[in-house]
């Protein structure tokens, strides 16, 4: 027997037998119903403040097939925002607050394994949900980093690779020895042990290439011994001899100079071509008052 009882503080509705359902009518018409499995059917609309299509506006919208719409009445992915600029915002009430963070998870029972970790992908797509793949950006572990790096593919390729250290690789080189770690560009002011009335320069560094260019003027002096240009922005490498470059001595007539590089260390000395002996042979007093114009690439330590 169906019955509806009342205690102090429930009210229960019974309906007594096996696939009975407990009905609501309203004037004669069934408007709902609960079935013995606890689901309910309405023959209306469920009014809410807005996560339904009886709302003043579309805001959400869950499909068959449980992809979430955001502005949009038939979504076709597992999330699909409509319009052409999709902002997921967090408010905050001070100046100095973190800025907002978009944290996307991907679940795991273990550890991540090499290759996977969270993946945007840049895409163009027609009405129907057919996809262009542009690009993608992954997050993921692999290899030898133990910590994420970024990956960036072209299509299926892999073309940038920046990982949690060791600088950016490219085309899929991993390896920690082909990474370009740093690039810089300045000025710098060589100078030297005898002196210079005027001087000035420039550099660019491309991982441990660097490449000088630079002007001075010698100061009128006596000093003996051999010339050294100093105060290069990085020290050279452990390789003497290893730097290249033009230079252009005005109103020097003993023939062609040519740079030396020192090993481990910002200087370098200028000898004379065809000179026999491994140590530069220019000295204070031929290059007094004279000015040195150079041109030279070396490697940095």
């Known amino acids: 027997m169906s019955t509806i009882k009342s205690s102090a503080e429930n009210l229960t509705l019974n309906a007594d037998g096996a696939n009975n359902d407990i009905k609501f009518q309203s004037n004669g018409s069934e408007v709902a119903s609960i079935d013995q499995a606890g689901s309910l059917v309405l023959s209306g609309n469920l009014t809410s403040l807005g996560i339904d299509d009886n709302a003043t506006s579309t805001a959400i919208t869950i499909d068959a097939s449980e992809n979430v719409g955001i502005g949009i009445t038939s979504p076709i992915h597992k999330l699909h925002v409509s319009g052409t600029t999709s902002r997921f915002h967090r408010s905050h009430s001070t100046t100095t607050a973190a800025l907002a963070v978009l944290d996307v998870h991907v679940e795991s029972t273990g550890a991540m394994a090499?290759?996977?970790?969270?993946?945007?992908?840049?895409?163009?797509?027609?009405?129907?949900?057919?996809?262009?793949?542009?690009?993608?950006?992954?997050?993921?572990?692999?290899?030898?980093?133990?910590?994420?790096?970024?990956?960036?593919?072209?299509?299926?390729?892999?073309?940038?690779?920046?990982?949690?250290?060791?600088?950016?690789?490219?085309?899929?080189?991993?390896?920690?020895?082909?990474?370009?770690?740093?690039?810089?560009?300045?000025?710098?002011?060589?100078?030297?042990?005898?002196?210079?009335?005027?001087?000035?320069?420039?550099?660019?560094?491309?991982?441990?290439?660097?490449?000088?260019?630079?002007?001075?003027?010698?100061?009128?002096?006596?000093?003996?011994?051999?010339?050294?240009?100093?105060?290069?922005?990085?020290?050279?490498?452990?390789?003497?001899?290893?730097?290249?470059?033009?230079?252009?001595?005005?109103?020097?007539?003993?023939?062609?100079?040519?740079?030396?590089?020192?090993?481990?260390?910002?200087?370098?000395?200028?000898?004379?071509?065809?000179?026999?002996?491994?140590?530069?042979?220019?000295n204070w007093t031929q290059v007094s008052g004279k000015r040195l114009d150079f041109d030279i690439t070396y490697r940095t330590a």
């Open 114 to 282: 090499d290759g996977f970790g969270p993946q945007i992908r840049f895409v163009s797509e027609d009405t129907a949900g057919v996809e262009n793949i542009a690009a993608t950006l992954n997050v993921r572990r692999d290899g030898a980093d133990t910590a994420a790096a970024f990956v960036f593919n072209a299509g299926a390729s892999e073309t940038v690779r920046m990982p949690s250290s060791g600088g950016i690789t490219f085309n899929g080189d991993t390896a920690a020895a082909n990474a370009l770690d740093d690039y810089e560009e300045g000025t710098w002011t060589p100078t030297a042990s005898g002196g210079a009335s005027s001087n000035s320069g420039i550099y660019t560094k491309i991982g441990n290439l660097v490449h000088c260019q630079g002007t001075l003027t010698f100061a009128t002096q006596t000093n003996s011994g051999g010339v050294q240009v100093e105060s290069l922005p990085f020290v050279h490498s452990g390789f003497a001899f290893g730097s290249t470059g033009s230079i252009r001595y005005t109103t020097y007539s003993t023939g062609n100079l040519l740079i030396t590089g020192n090993a481990n260390a910002a200087t370098f000395g200028l000898y004379k071509q065809g000179d026999s002996t491994a140590t530069q042979n220019v």
